[in-house]
């Protein structure tokens, strides 16, 4: 029989204990000071710049940067003009069909005469210079002249006239380029109406906020069914990108404001249109985002959602998470106070998976899935790999940011390595942040939401001119065409109207 010895541990005494909670105190405040350092003197960028000698990047990795460059050309040495103005000189790019209004600066006649010998002067030539003007915007009243027609001898003959033209709000008086106007000046240009009202009245129209408030919502409700197909056509690229930002939401009409939330769904599929749906609601609750993705079946990109979570693990949705290597990467960014070398060698290791991504985006999807497979693999299984280790050493506390940053990616172990075997996916969900920033710059203008039939009308419309405005279509004239013809085009062609398909008649 074996004896085995038991050493006994001896508790900490009082002041071991007092110690070893003001020292994870101190920790934990640093990191808090940390924190306001930056947000007060400390760059704003997520960039992440470290000087690293060539010899010191991963082993069996420094030639492949170099191998994944783009292809460079000798260009033979040669004289170049020394260009006028120095390096900050005015650049101006003035298209051919721009109207010119020519101006004729002659001198008078009187001057046309040399005063020495009494001879008329003789024209030898002209100068011609170009300059970049501007004209007031003008509104003006479109009248429509019906004329009516009848049968003299027969009175049954009714009267013959011909049909107004449709119009998405019928018997409106205001015109749809009106209409497309105002849309593109508060959804495109993040102009608030009470500014939008004070610009006509220097024109001297008169038109009050409310009407102006009224005319959106019911643009708003009235594009309904083309937003929704624009849905059905994301969901077919089997890829999309999702993030939400906070509203404030008028309630009860006693000017108080709650939370409210506007949720984007973006397409980032390469050579797919690059769809922009937005989505409000009153809350956060995550009955939106699982309403939303019902019939969806592929990839999302997202953050950590609860909701988001919920779909991958749910048996109810054919769906994939794809976790975002960004959001990762900020965690670890803002944890400064405990294991400063461990962090920097993850930052390290992260630049490095953006920097052979940004090559692999832009060659084909055979090309793509090797350059994952070869290069960023590796990397990755190296993250996880001293992230394990790190999690078993005793001096981490489990409170400090770094545990945290830890945690976040070793419980999302095969949503962070979802994109490596998936030529569509990328490795962070950049598209669906940067599209809710537009959002976020009209939110800094007009403030906050006046119900909830006006959030869903405003999310319809920002839906349509964001889609415009990421396919490079000019959201006024494709607006205002669609504003005629919508309400009599077939509902089983109504594809036919989205911004990618669209074409002006």
């Known amino acids: 029989m074996t004896n085995t010895v038991v050493k006994s541990v001896e508790p900490l005494s009082e002041e071991q204990v007092k110690i070893a909670l003001l020292e994870e105190e101190v920790r934990y405040l640093k990191e808090q000071l940390g924190w306001f350092k930056r947000q007060v003197f400390g760059q704003k960028s997520e960039r992440f710049i470290d000087q690293v000698p060539a010899n010191e990047l991963l082993p069996g990795l420094e030639a492949s940067l170099d191998e994944l460059k783009v292809n460079e050309i000798i260009v033979p040495p040669h004289k170049r003009r020394k260009k006028k103005g120095g390096k900050n000189q005015f650049k ?4 051919d069909d721009l109207p010119v209004v020519t101006e004729y600066k002659d001198i008078p ?15 030898t030539g002209e100068d011609r210079v170009r300059k970049l003007a501007y004209k007031e915007a003008s509104y003006y009243v479109k009248e429509f002249i019906y004329p009516k027609y009848a049968s003299k001898n027969n009175s049954l003959f009714g009267v013959a006239q011909e049909p107004a033209d449709d119009c998405i709000i019928e018997g409106s008086k205001f015109d749809s380029s009106f209409m497309a106007h105002i849309s593109v000046e508060k959804f495109a240009y993040h102009m608030p109406l009470y500014r939008v009202r004070e610009k006509l009245s220097c024109c001297r129209i008169k038109v009050s906020e409310q009407t102006l408030c009224g005319l959106m919502i019911n643009i708003g409700h009235k594009v309904q069914p083309l937003v ?32 409210a939330r506007v949720w984007g769904y973006f397409g980032g599929k390469p050579n797919a249109p690059p769809y922009h749906i937005y989505q409000f609601s009153s809350d956060r609750c995550e009955i939106h985002s699982m309403t939303f993705f019902k019939g969806f079946k592929g990839i999302f990109h997202a953050d950590a959602y609860s909701a ?7 048996d109810d949705y054919d ?12 965690k670890f960014e803002k944890a400064e106070s405990i294991a400063p070398d461990f962090r920097l060698n993850m930052l390290r290791l992260i630049k490095y998976l953006f920097m052979f991504e940004r090559v692999a985006l832009i060659t084909t999807e055979k090309e793509r899935l090797r350059i994952r497979a070869e290069k960023e693999m590796p990397i990755v299984d190296k993250i996880y790999k001293l992230m394990k280790e790190k999690v078993k050493d005793s001096t981490l506390l489990p409170s400090s940011k770094l545990a945290t940053a830890i945690g976040y990616m070793l419980s999302r172990e095969k949503n962070f390595r979802l994109y490596l075997s998936n030529p569509d996916t990328r490795m962070d969900n950049n598209i669906a942040e940067n599209g809710v920033r537009k959002l976020v710059i009209g939110r800094k203008a007009w403030l906050f939401i006046g119900s909830r039939r006006s ?26 065409d669609i504003f005629c013809r919508l309400p009599a085009h077939p509902h089983k062609n109504l594809s036919e109207l989205l911004p990618d398909k669209w074409h002006k008649k």
């Open 308 to 314: 988001y979570e919920k779909i991958d693990g749910s």
């Open 228 to 259: 929704d197909a624009m849905k059905n056509e994301l969901f077919k690229q089997e890829v999309v990108f999702t993030d939400d930002t906070p509203v404030k939401l008028i309630v009860n009409g006693n000017g108080k404001t709650k939370e």
């Open 109 to 123: 006649e009187e001057k046309k005469v040399d005063p020495a010998t009494g001879e008329k002067l003789v024209k």
């Open 319 to 330: 769906i994939k998470w794809a976790a975002c290597w960004a959001h990762a990467r900020r």
């Open 455 to 480: 959030g869903k009308a405003m999310a319809n419309i920002l839906s349509l001119v964001q889609t415009c405005r990421a396919m490079k279509i000019n959201p006024q004239e494709y607006l205002e």
């Open 92 to 95: 101006l790019d003035i298209p």
